[in-house]
C-alpha cells in the first residue's frame, strides 16, 4: 500500500504559476504509474497528466503546454508544475497511483490509491 500526500496548492491569479508536490511512502516500488487528477465542484473527477516508471508522461489535452509533469525518485515525490493558469483550472487536486502501467492518457479508471487532494483557486 503506498500513502500519498498532496501540498502546494493556493489562490493565484489567472496566468500565475503553481508547482503542486505529492509525497509518496509506503510500498512505493510497487507502483507503475502515478498521476495528477482534478474534480470541479459538480463535474466528473479528469486526468490531469501521468508519468510512468521507465519516465514516459501523458497529458490531458487542456493541459498540454502549460502543465508539466515530473518526479524526484530519491525523494519519492511526484510534481506538477503549472504554468499560465486560467480559471477552468480551478478545482481540488488529487495524487493517485497503481501498479498498473499508464494507459495513453491519464484515466481515474485504474488508479486503486489516492491521495487527500490540494486545492487550486484560479480567480
Known amino acids: 500500500h503506498v500513502q500519498l500526500v498532496e501540498s502546494g496548492g493556493d489562490l493565484v491569479q489567472p496566468g500565475g504559476s503553481l508547482r503542486l508536490s505529492c509525497a509518496a511512502s509506503g510500498d512505493t516500488a510497487s507502483v507503475a504509474c502515478i498521476g495528477w487528477f482534478r474534480q470541479a465542484p459538480g463535474k466528473e473527477r479528469e486526468g490531469v497528466a501521468a508519468?510512468?516508471?521507465?519516465?514516459?508522461?501523458s497529458y490531458a489535452d487542456s493541459v498540454k503546454g502549460r502543465f508539466t509533469i515530473s518526479q524526484d525518485n530519491a525523494k519519492n515525490t511526484l510534481y506538477l508544475q503549472m504554468n499560465s493558469l486560467k480559471p477552468d483550472d480551478t478545482a481540488m487536486y488529487y495524487c493517485?497511483?497503481?501498479?498498473?502501467?499508464?494507459?495513453?492518457?491519464?484515466?481515474?479508471?485504474?488508479?486503486?490509491?489516492w491521495g487527500q487532494g490540494t486545492q487550486v483557486t484560479v480567480s
Open positions: 508519468i510512468d516508471s521507465d519516465g514516459s508522461t
Open positions: 493517485a497511483a497503481t501498479s498498473r502501467k499508464c494507459l495513453s492518457a491519464p484515466s481515474p479508471g485504474i488508479y486503486n490509491q
